[in-house]
C-alpha cells in the first residue's frame, strides 16, 4: 500500500531553519504531484507548496514565499521542505502529499513548533 513517511520538524526558534523530509514507498513516486500542507489548531489545512512530476516546477503559498524551498529526488523517493527564517506564525502539524488523477495520499504529519 502507499506510505508516506515524514520526518524532520520539531521546536525551533523564530528565526531558524529547518527542514521537513517525506518518502514515498507503494507508487510509482516520479509521477506524482507532491505538496505540503500545514493545520494550526483552529485552522483549516492549508496548502504550503508543490511540485510538479513533470518538470519539478514549484509554487509556494504567500505566507512562505521567499522563505521556503521544495525540492525532490526521485531517485530516493523523497521530496523536501526548507523553510529559513521561521516565525511563530509556522507552528502547526505539516503534511506532505503525492497526488494523481484526483486520488490524494498523505502523510502521517510532524509537528513543528516555533518558539519567539
Known amino acids: 500500500q502507499v506510505q508516506l513517511v515524514q520526518s524532520g520538524g520539531g521546536l525551533v526558534q523564530a528565526g531558524g531553519s529547518l527542514r521537513l523530509s517525506c518518502t514515498a514507498s507503494?507508487?510509482?513516486?516520479?509521477?506524482?504531484?507532491m505538496a505540503w500542507f500545514r493545520q494550526s489548531p483552529g485552522k483549516e489545512r492549508e496548502f504550503v507548496a508543490g511540485?510538479?512530476?513533470?518538470?519539478?516546477?514549484?509554487i509556494y503559498s504567500d505566507p512562505v514565499k521567499g522563505r521556503c524551498t521544495m525540492s525532490r529526488d526521485n531517485a530516493k523517493n523523497t521530496v523536501y521542505l526548507q523553510i529559513n527564517s521561521l516565525k511563530p506564525e509556522d507552528t502547526a502539524v505539516y503534511y506532505c502529499?503525492?497526488?494523481?488523477?484526483?486520488?490524494?495520499?498523505w502523510g502521517q504529519g510532524t509537528q513543528v513548533t516555533v518558539s519567539s
Open positions: 502529499a503525492a497526488s494523481r488523477g484526483g486520488l490524494k495520499h
Open positions: 507503494g507508487l510509482t513516486f516520479s509521477s506524482y504531484t
Open positions: 511540485i510538479t512530476w513533470s518538470d519539478g516546477s514549484t
